[in-house]
């Protein structure tokens, strides 16, 4: 799960790098104001990639899913691609945890296998 939901989350970095751009041309927002959401919002990508697998790591990557599309109200486009990598953040989340029960189960057989051949005692 945890290299799926990172590498949606570094991809949301650079949605949000080009997001910052497009709301440069924005008269009614400073480019300070800008870059300063901007920078800490993929700041936050690159932190929650890290806390993942930690409790509560899978719904603060939904909060921020929540401020991508939320964010739309400053640039429109916004809502669109942040419903996109909302999309992709479920599949992420939901194939990456299929994928790691997969793993235990195959790594479970392969250590019931092995103890097999070698007479019930696993070394």
Not at 67 to 77: D, K, Y
Not at 87 to 104: C, F, M, N, P, T
Request: charged share 10%; with cysteine; hydrophobic share 55%.
């Amino acid at each position: 799960m945890r290299t799926l939901c990172a590498s949606t989350l570094i991809g949301e970095v650079f949605l949000i790098g080009f997001a910052g751009l497009v709301a440069m041309k924005d008269p009614d927002l400073s480019m300070g104001t800008v870059w300063a959401v901007s920078g800490i919002a993929m700041a936050l990508c690159v932190l929650f990639c890290g806390l993942i697998t930690r409790p509560g790591g899978v719904q603060l990557g939904w909060a921020l899913q929540i401020a991508l599309i939320a964010s739309g109200f400053i640039v429109p486009t916004m809502f669109f691609m942040g419903a996109m990598f909302a999309a992709l953040w479920w599949a992420s989340v939901h194939y990456g945890r299929k994928i790691d029960e997969a793993k235990a189960r195959f790594a479970a057989q392969a250590q019931a296998q092995a103890g097999a051949e070698t007479g019930g005692n696993p070394a």
